[in-house]
Structure formats: C-alpha cells, structure tokens
T-cell receptor, first 110, second 116 residues
C-alpha cells in the first residue's frame, strides 16, 4: 500500500543548531499537513501545504512542498528546547484519508 | 477550542475479551478517525467515518470494527483482543473542507491499551 516515509527517524541536536526532517511519498499527494507531538502528548496541527513548490514559514520553522507533490520538508532554524518532540507529515490521499509518515523524533540538548 | 475526549487514558484487558474504546468530540465535526501509534511506524489509520452511520476501512482494519450512531461519538471495537493489539490508540476529528483544502485533524490524548 501507499507509504509515507520520514527521515531521519531520530535526531539529536545541540540547542542553537538547525534541524531538518524529510517526508517522501510513493505517490502524488493532494496536499500535506505537518503535526508536532510533544512527549506524552497528542499530535497538534502545525501547517498545511497545497500547491506544488509551496514554501511557508512560521517563525523559525520553514515548510516546503516538492514540485512533484511527492515530498516535503520541515526545517527548524536555531533549535530551542521547546522544539523537542516528534514531527509527523501527513499526506492526503482521497477525499478524507490522510497517510501519516513514520515521524522524526527530535531531541534538543541544552 | 476543539475538544476530543477519549474515555480512558490507560486500559488493561485480557486476550479474547471484547474491548470498547470511546471517543467524543464537541465541535460538530463531520469526520472522525481512529489510529494506532506504534514506535517506528507512525500513525496508522484503522477506520474513519465521514458521517453518522458511515464508515470506511483504513489501512489496518483487521480485528477491529467501529460504530458511529451519533455525530459526536465514534467507537472502536476490538472483537476479540489479541496481544498484537497492544498499542496507543488515538482518535481524531475534523471538519470537511471544500475543494483541495481539508481541515486539520484534532486529536484526543490517546488510550494506551495493554492486552495480556
């Protein structure tokens, strides 16, 4: 079946370093959403990308959607301890169904 | 603020038992979803519902069924629990957006289910 893979699975960074997670789909996606799950918490919606090649920013976070709409990335500039958590991408397949990526767990060392 | 409430935070059941997980949302959302979350596998969709009494299979429906008799409530049923169904179960809800734009999913806090 369709898969959405994320790399890396884990990332440890020093506070102040940059971080990037990549999301790759085997098929074209209608749109893509990104979620953050803090340790012990539930996934919380961050942003949605719809257009081919789209780039959106939220403060230190930059989200990109690939030209072929099969991949996406999330880049965090100058990580802080508050960025700790697992980041998931979710690609829309069909009207209601989203396929979630495997997630990237970020640890930030102070 | 959207509130998605799952009936139990932790649950321990025995192999072969019939298990009910309940989810209620308070924002009149059309869509509701059940996922299971396992380390290294992300969130996998079990079932979803886009209207009362309507349901569709997700990617891993085997061993599960669902019920949606009222708009605000979506139940996940493990017909005969097995140890490989030990997992974190997450419920989510969303509005139906128009065109290419879909609304974000709002998640409950999850139920950590252990099958002994």
């Amino acid at each position: 079946g369709q898969q959405v893979m994320q790399i890396p699975q884990y990332q440890h960074v020093q506070e102040g370093e940059d971080f990037t997670t990549y999301c790759n789909s085997s098929t074209t996606l209608s749109n893509i959403q990104w979620y953050k799950q803090r340790p012990g918490g539930h996934p919380v919606f961050l942003i949605q990308l719809v257009k081919s090649g789209e780039v959106k920013k939220q403060k230190r976070l930059t989200f990109q959607f690939g030209e072929a709409k099969k991949n996406s990335s999330l880049h965090i500039t100058a990580t802080q301890t508050t960025d700790v958590g697992t980041y998931f991408c979710a690609g829309r397949k069909g009207t209601y169904k989203y396929i979630f990526g495997t997630g990237t767990r970020l640890k930030v060392l102070a | 603020d959207v509130k998605v409430t799952q009936s139990s935070r932790y649950l321990v059941k025995r192999t072969g038992e019939k298990v009910f997980l309940e989810c209620v949302q308070d924002m009149d959302h059309e869509n509701m979803f059940w996922y299971r979350q396992d380390p290294g596998l992300g969130l996998r969709l079990i079932y979803f519902s886009y209207d009362v009494k309507m349901k569709e299979k997700g990617d891993i429906p085997e061993g599960y069924s669902v019920s949606r008799e009222k708009k605000e409530r979506f139940s996940l049923i493990l017909e005969s629990a097995s140890t490989n169904q030990t997992s974190m179960y997450l419920c989510a809800s969303s509005l139906t957006g128009g065109g290419w734009s879909n609304q974000p999913q709002h998640f409950g806090d999850g139920t950590r289910l252990s099958i002994l």
